[in-house]
């Protein structure tokens, strides 16, 4: 009779026997496997283990916070918040290339975790939020651009590099068990429910060159259109919706002017594993209104689209 209750048990157990007195590192990228994986270890060897959030500029609006406060505030663990915006955001400035910037923001990303890890002094082992799928995926698609879920967050090839030995406690499970497991450890329900978010993060979302102010204006729409989609009820019928924004000023008219400003993409999916995608059939209320929101609220948009792609043929991100 096998309950996720005994197999956090389990896990427990085995963790502390392969880990022993060593210390663990691990990248905490605020999504649900790495946040489980961490919560999982530290239940098992509490301040041995040290998290590290790497903070890239390209994170929705608050995340960094929810982040920093969940993990070191409420579950108490030692937690280094990696802020490298500056280095990221520089070292993208120009370049609009979409697997350029994967590859820049994939490099650093693994400079920056060496760096911060290495203040932890004489750690041994590296967490990694690893599933089952992944573990499969690894075998069965090799080779390709780095698209692959995960490409940047599971550094393939940083456990080498560093030295370090792997835990991998989630490598058995399917994302629903995660979820399960994530529920047993007392992991809040909207933290565990949350869409995925890839790991260059809002980079994908903004086709073209990244500017701060570009960023700036796409974390506070997407933060309308998320809260238009919890208000009316369907966060959890969707996959992932998020807003791109566009790399094209439009013409609109506000009061007796004319502004030219940013036009926007809004995209929600469903999908069972994100290998294909059906756009979301919204109704045209709650297209309309959500429109209305963003132009009216947001400053430096002033056009509004809605994306009606399906993959295949298309992506879900835009880049
Ligand atoms: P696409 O856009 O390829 O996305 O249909 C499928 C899923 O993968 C996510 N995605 C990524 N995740 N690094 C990641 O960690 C990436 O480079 C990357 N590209 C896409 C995307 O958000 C969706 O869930």
Redesign the pocket.
């Known amino acids: 009779d096998w309950t996720m209750s005994a197999y956090r048990d389990e896990a427990i157990a085995a963790i502390r026997e392969q880990v022993g007195d060593q210390k663990v590192i691990c990248g905490l990228s605020g999504g649900v496997d790495s946040s489980v994986a961490a919560v999982l270890i530290h239940e098992a060897i509490g301040d041995q283990l040290t998290c590290v959030f790497v903070d890239h500029g390209l994170l929705r609006k608050g995340e960094a916070e929810e982040v920093v406060t969940m993990f070191r505030d409420n579950y108490n663990m030692p937690l280094i918040h990696a802020d490298e915006q500056e280095l990221f955001l520089g070292e993208l400035d120009g370049v609009s290339d979409p697997e350029t910037k994967?590859k820049i923001i994939g490099k650093l990303f693994i400079d920056v975790f060496q760096k911060h890890a290495k203040e932890v002094g004489d750690a041994t082992f590296l967490a990694q939020g690893t599933l089952y799928p992944d573990v499969i995926e690894s075998v069965s698609f090799s080779g390709g651009p780095?698209?692959t879920?995960?490409?940047?967050?599971n550094v393939g090839g940083l456990p080498e590099k560093m030295g370090l030995k792997l835990v991998e406690p989630l490598r058995e499970l399917f994302k629903d068990e995660v979820r399960e497991l994530g529920r047993e450890l007392g992991l809040p329900p909207s933290f565990i429910g949350r869409h995925?978010f890839?790991?260059?993060g809002l980079a994908?979302r903004c086709p073209g060159e990244i500017t701060r102010e570009k960023l700036d204006i796409l974390r506070e729409a997407d933060a309308v259109y998320i809260d238009q989609i919890r208000k009316h009820g369907l966060y959890d019928e969707i996959w992932?919706a998020f807003v791109a924004i566009l790399p094209v000023r439009t013409v609109g008219v506000m009061g007796d002017g004319r502004t030219y400003d940013f036009a926007c993409a809004l995209r929600a999916v469903t999908s069972v594993d994100?290998m294909t995608a059906d756009y979301y059939p919204f109704t045209h209320e709650f297209l309309g209104e959500t429109a209305t929101r963003i132009i009216n609220e947001i400053p430096g948009i002033n056009r509004v689209t809605y994306d009606i792609t399906s993959?295949p043929p298309g992506?879900?991100?835009w880049e």
Do not use: A, F, L, N
């Open positions: 994967r780095s698209v879920i995960k490409s940047h967050h995925p890839p790991g260059p994908i992932q994100g993959k992506t879900i991100e």
